[in-house]
Structure formats: structure tokens, C-alpha cells
């Protein structure tokens, strides 16, 4: 024990840099006037918040492109999350492990994807008998603030990042000329 008492271990301050979770980017750093498509999430919010995937049929024409999503959640079409888009890929939903033996995804994004996949067949099922577009995401800014629009309509609707901040209740979408 005497010994043990006189030895002073002092941990190395590179080992104590560790991150937990998804690493959000700071607010500041993103264009507030980036334009974020909003799209319905229906029942599927759980395993969208669970494994940061998306799918929709690919023939839903979403206006422009963006670098941003959020989802409109049941009940009022109320945000909670703004994720980047990292990735989107098409898979043809009746042959979908064939995408793992043709790429190599890094090692989360595979088992996120085929997870996600599995457990939409199961519980949601895919309603359109066509591929489908994937969105890799990463989630970056937690929306508090529980902005929602005005009517909860079907389809992709784009708002200002911004607007998406600073909005305290009713939110507008953009237009497009």
C-alpha cells in the first residue's frame, strides 16, 4: 500500500478527448440562409429519428436540391430536427442487398441502412412497388422552438434556416419563382 501511494499516475490529456453521439454543428458556422425541404415523416418518425435515414418513392419531384431536411411530424407538422443530407442513394427496394455487395459504405452507414430497411419492411412496409430515394443524414441543429405551418400539407415545402430559428409558432414556406 506504501508503495502504491507514492506512484502518482497523471492520465494524458489526448486520451480524455472523446466524442459521444452525433457531432453537432454549431449555428453559426451554417448560412442561415440555406433553404431546408420539409417533408411529412408520417408514422415512420421513430425509425427516422432512430437510425438518421429517409425514404421516399423516387418519384416524388421535390423542387430544388438542398443540403438540409427536416420533418414534419403528425398532429400539426411540428419540427424538431434540421439534419444534413450526406448521401442519398436510389435502391430498388425487391433486390436491396445487392447494394452492400456492390459498395462499401462506411460501417454505421451500413448497418443503419439495413436496419432501417428492415424495420420500415416490417412495420411500415413500402407502399409503391418502385426504388427509392435514401437520404444518409447527420443531425445538426435541434430545433426547440416548435415551429409548424400553418396546414400540415403532403409534399416537400422549403423554409430559411433562419426563419426556422427564429420562428416561435407559425412558420411560412418559401416560394419559388
Do not use: C
Not at 44 to 51: F, G, Q, R
Not at 122 to 141: A, G, Q, W
Not at 156 to 162: A, R, S, V
Amino acid at each position: 500500500m506504501e508503495f502504491l501511494s507514492r506512484i502518482k499516475v497523471e492520465p494524458e490529456e489526448e486520451s480524455l478527448n472523446f466524442t459521444w453521439g452525433a457531432e453537432l454543428i454549431p449555428e453559426k458556422t451554417i448560412d442561415r440562409n440555406e433553404l431546408v425541404l420539409s417533408v411529412s415523416v408520417g408514422g415512420t418518425y421513430d425509425i427516422v429519428e432512430k437510425y438518421a435515414i429517409h425514404a421516399h418513392p423516387n418519384d416524388y419531384p421535390y423542387k430544388k436540391q438542398t443540403k438540409y431536411i427536416t420533418f414534419r411530424y403528425p398532429d400539426g407538422g411540428k419540427k424538431k430536427v434540421v439534419y444534413e443530407i450526406v448521401e442519398t442513394l436510389e435502391i430498388d427496394i425487391t433486390n436491396w442487398e445487392s447494394v452492400f455487395a456492390e459498395r462499401v459504405f462506411a460501417e454505421n452507414v451500413e448497418e443503419r441502412l439495413s436496419s432501417y430497411i428492415l424495420e420500415r419492411m416490417k412495420e411500415f412496409n413500402y407502399e409503391k412497388n418502385i426504388p427509392y430515394k435514401y437520404y444518409i443524414l447527420n443531425k445538426i441543429i435541434e430545433l426547440n422552438n416548435n415551429t409548424r405551418p400553418l396546414k400540415n400539407n403532403a409534399g416537400g415545402w422549403y423554409y430559411k434556416l433562419e426563419d426556422l430559428l427564429s420562428t416561435e409558432d407559425i412558420i411560412h414556406t418559401t416560394r419559388f419563382k
